[in-house]
């Protein structure tokens, strides 16, 4: 899921931590697209969907619900048009991770509690609270979109169907849409919005949903230390 990637995460840090004990800033091609400095916004119930459509909605969470052990690839288009690439894991619940491939040395690791934006060249993390970010209601060990989320557009074809949202509780800002490939179900991508309008595509490809993955995979780094990265 992925959940990457960004509003990608809204609400304030909860640390920020450099290996000389530094107050670092996060990197601005990558980290930046995971966090939003902006206060949350009040809930709002989003649209009704109307009866036609719920069975599109309830097809969404099935698929979402599936998401138990998940790796592949993908693409990231930041706002300034940097592309950037690597290899993601799920873990449901609550866990999932991103390795960038050189020459960025990000990993973006949730452990199911806090979401790490890891710059393993500035050795620096900083820690979100996974419920402050949007891929709680993805990553939740019950998928309801329509309990969790604010729907505030939904369509679908013959061959696309796509989802936008954006959290109920008002706890992270932003939106989130999700588009699929049709008739058989696939997640494509996802575009996350932030709350000042810039939008960051992830596209996925090559996934796996057979291999069983290690809770170890999903433990934050120790920063400090230089190695535990591989190319991807």
């Known amino acids: 899921m992925l959940l990457a990637a960004a509003l990608f995460m809204a609400g304030s840090t909860i640390s920020s931590v450099a290996a000389d004990g530094k107050k670092p800033a996060?990197?601005?091609?990558?980290?930046?697209?995971?966090?939003?400095?902006v206060t949350p916004s009040a809930p709002?119930?989003?649209?009704?969907?109307?009866?036609?459509?719920?069975?599109?909605?309830?097809?969404?969470?099935?698929?979402?619900?599936?998401?138990?052990?998940?790796?592949g690839q993908f693409i990231q288009t930041n706002p300034d048009?940097?592309?950037?690439?690597?290899?993601?894991?799920?873990?449901?619940?609550?866990?999932?991770?991103?390795?960038y491939r050189r020459p960025s040395r990000m990993r973006i690791v949730s452990d199911g509690t806090y979401l790490s934006i890891e710059d393993h060249d500035l050795k620096t993390v900083n820690?979100?609270?996974?419920?402050?970010?949007?891929?709680?209601?993805?990553?939740?060990?019950?998928?309801?979109?329509e309990r969790d989320a604010r729907i505030l557009s939904l369509s679908s074809s013959d061959?696309?169907?796509?989802?936008?949202?954006?959290?109920?509780?008002?706890?992270?800002?932003?939106?989130i849409q999700l588009f699929f490939s049709m008739p058989e179900m696939e997640l494509k991508e996802w575009?996350?919005?932030?709350?000042?309008?810039?939008?960051?595509?992830?596209?996925?490809?090559?996934?796996n949903f057979q291999k069983k993955l290690a809770l170890s995979l999903f433990k934050p780094s120790k920063i400090a230390l230089d190695k535990i990265w591989e190319d991807n």
Do not use: C
């Open 44 to 71: 709002s119930e989003g649209m009704a969907v109307p009866k036609d459509q719920r069975a599109l909605v309830q097809k969404i969470n099935a698929y979402m619900q599936k998401f138990n052990d998940l790796e």
């Open 159 to 175: 061959s696309s169907a796509s989802i936008k949202l954006a959290d109920k509780t008002g706890q992270s800002a932003g939106e």
């Open 81 to 99: 048009n940097v592309v950037q690439k690597g290899k993601f894991y799920v873990l449901r619940p609550g866990r999932m991770r991103f390795d």
């Open 127 to 145: 820690k979100y609270p996974l419920e402050s970010t949007p891929f709680r209601m993805l990553l939740a060990k019950s998928v309801n979109l």
């Open 191 to 207: 575009v996350i919005t932030d709350a000042q309008g810039l939008h960051t595509r992830i596209e996925i490809s090559n996934l």
């Open 26 to 37: 996060v990197n601005a091609m990558t980290g930046s697209a995971w966090q939003a400095k």
